[in-house]
C-alpha cells in the first residue's frame, strides 16, 4: 500500500467516523425532585419537578433540535366500571366493563402538542397522550362499546386529577436542558411510579430513559395499612370494637347534654 493510498483510506474512514458519529442518537439523562413521596397524615399532595439533558454519546451538547415528552405512569389495577340508566325514574345500574390494567396515575408533559410532535401510530405505541392510552377490558366487549367505557374512565380520572396532560408543559433551554412539572393529588395509590422520558425528531423516538418515584404510607397511615393487609380479621375486629366504643362514648355524651 502506498503513502497516497494509506492517507486516503484514512482520511475517509475519519470522514466516516465523523458521519456516522454525528447521526448518532442521542442520550437522555433524566432525574427527578423526589425519589420518594411520604405519605402521612395530613398528605395534601405532592409537586414533582422532571429535568434532565439531552446530550451526544460522546457527552457534549446535542448539535439538533429535539422534543420532549415526560410520561408518568403509576401501578395498574383492575377496574370495574359501571353505567347507569335511568329507568321509571330511578337510576339503575346497566352495562359494565372491566379493565384488567388501568393505571392508577397517569400523566402526560409535551414541549409540543402531542399530534404536531409524531404520528398517531407512534404515539400509540409508546402511550404518549391520554387519547393512546392502551386500556385492555377483561372478556370479549363491543370495540363501540369498549370504546365509550374508555373515554368514560379517563374522563372520570381526569376530573380527580388522577389522569393529566399538559402540552406544552415541558420547557428546554439551549438545546440541552428540559424541566417539566407534575402534580400528585392527595388521593394518589402507594406504589412505583415510573417516569419515561422520550427524546422526539422528526416524529420518531430517537432515545428515552427511565426514573422511578416511590410513594409509601408513614406512620400511623403505614400502620393501619400493613394491619389491614397482614391481619385482616384482627384489623376487622379492632375497626369493630372501635365503631361500637366510638358510638357508646357518642351516646353518653349525648345523654350529658
Given at each position: 500500500?502506498?503513502?497516497?493510498t494509506?492517507?486516503?483510506?484514512?482520511?475517509?474512514?475519519?470522514?466516516?467516523?465523523?458521519?456516522?458519529?454525528?447521526?448518532?442518537?442521542?442520550?437522555?439523562?433524566?432525574?427527578?425532585?423526589?425519589?420518594?413521596?411520604?405519605?402521612?397524615?395530613g398528605?395534601?399532595?405532592?409537586?414533582?419537578?422532571?429535568?434532565?439533558a439531552?446530550?451526544?454519546?460522546?457527552?457534549?451538547?446535542?448539535?439538533?433540535?429535539?422534543?420532549?415528552?415526560v410520561?408518568?405512569?403509576?401501578?395498574?389495577?383492575?377496574?370495574?366500571?359501571?353505567?347507569?340508566?335511568?329507568?321509571?325514574?330511578?337510576?339503575?345500574?346497566?352495562?359494565?366493563?372491566?379493565?384488567?390494567?388501568?393505571?392508577?396515575?397517569?400523566?402526560?408533559?409535551?414541549?409540543?402538542?402531542?399530534?404536531?410532535?409524531?404520528?398517531?401510530?407512534?404515539?400509540?405505541?409508546?402511550?404518549?397522550?391520554?387519547?393512546?392510552?392502551?386500556?385492555?377490558?377483561?372478556?370479549?366487549?363491543d370495540?363501540?362499546?369498549?370504546?365509550?367505557?374508555?373515554?368514560?374512565?379517563?374522563?372520570l380520572?381526569?376530573?380527580?386529577?388522577?389522569?393529566?396532560?399538559?402540552?406544552?408543559?415541558?420547557?428546554?433551554?439551549?438545546?440541552?436542558?428540559?424541566?417539566?412539572?407534575?402534580?400528585?393529588?392527595?388521593?394518589?395509590?402507594?406504589?412505583?411510579?415510573?417516569?419515561?422520558?422520550?427524546?422526539?425528531?422528526?416524529?420518531?423516538?430517537?432515545?428515552?430513559?427511565?426514573?422511578?418515584?416511590?410513594?409509601?404510607?408513614?406512620?400511623?397511615?403505614?400502620?393501619?395499612?400493613?394491619?389491614?393487609?397482614?391481619?385482616?380479621?384482627l384489623?376487622?375486629?379492632?375497626?369493630?370494637?372501635?365503631?361500637?366504643?366510638?358510638?357508646?362514648?357518642?351516646?353518653?355524651?349525648?345523654?350529658?347534654?
Amino acid at each position: 500500500m502506498t503513502v497516497r493510498t494509506a492517507r486516503l483510506r484514512a482520511l475517509f474512514l475519519l470522514a466516516a467516523a465523523l458521519l456516522f458519529g454525528a447521526a448518532r442518537d442521542p442520550i437522555l439523562v433524566p432525574e427527578i425532585s423526589q425519589h420518594e413521596i411520604q405519605v402521612r397524615q395530613g398528605f395534601t399532595g405532592a409537586n414533582l419537578l422532571l429535568f434532565g439533558a439531552i446530550l451526544n454519546p460522546e457527552g457534549s451538547r446535542a448539535a439538533q433540535d429535539y422534543d420532549i415528552v415526560v410520561v408518568l405512569k403509576g401501578p395498574v389495577q383492575s377496574i370495574r366500571l359501571r353505567e347507569k340508566q335511568k329507568v321509571a325514574g330511578i337510576w339503575l345500574n346497566a352495562d359494565s366493563a372491566e379493565f384488567r390494567s388501568a393505571p392508577s396515575f397517569f400523566a402526560v408533559v409535551s414541549s409540543k402538542p402531542i399530534r404536531q410532535i409524531v404520528g398517531e401510530k407512534t404515539a400509540a405505541i409508546y402511550e404518549l397522550g391520554l387519547d393512546w392510552l392502551q386500556l385492555s377490558p377483561i372478556g370479549t366487549i363491543d370495540p363501540k362499546q369498549q370504546a365509550r367505557f374508555s373515554a368514560g374512565l379517563v374522563d372520570l380520572m381526569r376530573r380527580q386529577g388522577l389522569y393529566q396532560q399538559n402540552e406544552g408543559g415541558v420547557r428546554i433551554s439551549g438545546q440541552v436542558l428540559y424541566q417539566a412539572r407534575i402534580s400528585l393529588p392527595s388521593s394518589v395509590q402507594t406504589g412505583t411510579y415510573t417516569a419515561e422520558t422520550f427524546a422526539v425528531r422528526k416524529g420518531k423516538v430517537v432515545a428515552s430513559a427511565i426514573t422511578k418515584v416511590e410513594v409509601s404510607k408513614q406512620g400511623f397511615e403505614r400502620f393501619v395499612a400493613v394491619s389491614a393487609d397482614r391481619n385482616s380479621v384482627l384489623y376487622g375486629l379492632f375497626a369493630v370494637l372501635v365503631s361500637v366504643g366510638m358510638g357508646w362514648i357518642a351516646g353518653r355524651l349525648f345523654a350529658l347534654v
